[in-house]
């Protein structure tokens, strides 16, 4: 299994590994992107099916990217030869193409064409052709796709004109590791503050004119070396993750102007914390949190002004809030998230086997509103 340290693929991954412990599947970890933290290495020590690769190449989604990808994939032929892969679950697309020995399996979290028309509301420029290029060819060369969202799944055929048979499996996270504490009034927000689709910039705007403080937790350092900066909110930048979970139990609302999220790890963390949740009007966390969230257009600075005061100005209305977005988030369960990897993972061996495969449903059965 492919992931990388810097976004929410690393913790995807270490979740679905852990809930695929008790099936007894054990997974090579060959990491990408940048160096596993301190904390992120004993996320993997903690995890007795789990043995880690670790490199440094770069991610498909970099600036100038190819040799490290092109690198990445003969290393990436070496651990499968050398651990005896029976299957490929990538996290990314353009190794695909590998002349793999075992069925691949594509997890689709993200592409760089549906974040610039999400992001930049225009086409993707031609400096990411060589992108499009790769990616669609490692869509159509996968034995199986899955996306955490049919919103994400739907971009994949906007963007690429492949795959429409691309199956949804929602992404999940363990409950008992999150609690509703006694909830302080603050505003909470996290995520990777560089990144545009994130918006959480747009939080900095409007704190002056929000009754409570805002709070994010989150890295303002781009891999480009950039930095940004925020005036006033309080930006706590990169915390541990038992830190976050205090920090989402102790919060109030928990708000993420997102223009772009193919799924919304942050989200389910907070809804599983009791948070109520004010998020940005985009179909995939309509889909993930219909009738358990307030939802405002992303850039809208009056809404979200509006929408904040209002819950702060309505303590009834906030906790209910709170309380459905954890009843919703409880639904999406690692039990369930793993019972359907298997079954896809079972759907791939069959068919490289050559063996009649059960057709897989396009999307798995729904949670329950």
Known sequence: MTADPIGGVWTYALELARALESHGIQIALASMGARVTREQYQQVLARKNVRLFESTYRLEWMDDPWDDVDRAGDWLLQIAERTRADLIHLNDYSHAVLPWSAPVLVAAHSCVLSW?????????????DEYRARVAAGLTAADLLVAPSIA????????????????VIRNARDSRAFSCGEKSSVVFSCGRVWDEAKNLRLLDKIAPHIAWSIAVAG????????????HNICCIGQIPQRELVQQLSRAAIFVLPARYEPFGLSALEAGLSGC?????????????????????????????????????????????????ARA?????????????????????????????????PLVFEEVAA
Do not use: Q
């Open 116 to 128: 610039w028309r999400a992001v930049k509301n225009e086409e993707a420029p031609g400096k990411y």
């Open 152 to 167: 994400m799944r739907d971009t994949l055929v906007a963007n690429y004109n492949r795959r429409a048979d691309c199956i």
């Open 219 to 230: 890295d303002c350092h781009h891999p480009n070396g950039s930095t940004i900066a925020l």
């Open 276 to 324: 109520a949740l004010v998020l940005g009007d985009i179909p995939s966390l309509r889909e993930i949190w219909h009738g358990s969230a307030i939802f405002v257009p992303p850039d809208h600075t009056s809404g979200f002004i509006n929408a904040l005061n209002g819950l702060i100005e309505n303590p009834r209305r906030r906790e209910d809030f709170g309380r459905r």
């Open 328 to 360: 919703r988030a409880i639904a999406f369960s690692t039990h369930k998230m793993a019972n359907e990897y298997v079954g896809a993972y079972t759907a791939c061996l069959r068919v490289e086997s050559d063996a009649p495969a059960a057709r897989l």
